[in-house]
């Protein structure tokens, strides 16, 4: 089983500017919590227990908000001082902490929920069948999405991306 996992959360949020312009996109508030706290207790409630978070854009506001907060998660903050080094970048920054083991790259951006456990898991038993795969990637079917104009960032045609 998985135990590992990263949050994507250095990016400066340019989409929804004005809102994040002062606070990270990752604390912004959803209801009661933020995407942060939402994404963590998802991973948590599908078995992960040691996150990383990489941070760059108003990282100390994460840094801040992850101490006050109790997770009951094992959470390291990467952060990217210099420079932001984009999703790629970010995801070798950081890799150092899991030693070689299988771990999930999510972001916060989702307002995730109990529903999604089912795919990760699919996902999960996929990629430890296939041994000599080096990653997968989730893609959720867009008629799942709140917003249907979305074009994402990926699509899938014939099982391609």
Known sequence: ?????????????????????????????????TLLSNTLKFLQFSGIKKVIINTHYLSDKI????????????????????????????????????????FV????????????????????EFFLRKKNDKCILLVVDKKKSFDTSLKGDFNLEKNLL
């Open 63 to 102: 840094k801040k908000y992850i101490k006050k907060k109790n997770f009951n998660l094992d959470i390291n903050i990467v952060e990217e001082k210099n420079e932001i080094l984009d999703t790629g970048g970010g995801v070798f920054n950081a890799i150092k902490y899991f030693k070689n083991e299988p």
């Open 1 to 33: 089983m998985i135990k590992k996992a990263m949050i994507l959360a250095a990016g400066f949020g340019k989409r929804i500017q004005p809102l994040t312009l002062k606070i990270p996109k990752p604390l912004l508030q959803i209801g009661e919590e």
């Open 105 to 124: 790259i999510i972001n916060p951006d989702t307002i995730w929920n109990k529903n999604y456990t089912n795919e990760l898991k699919i996902m999960e």
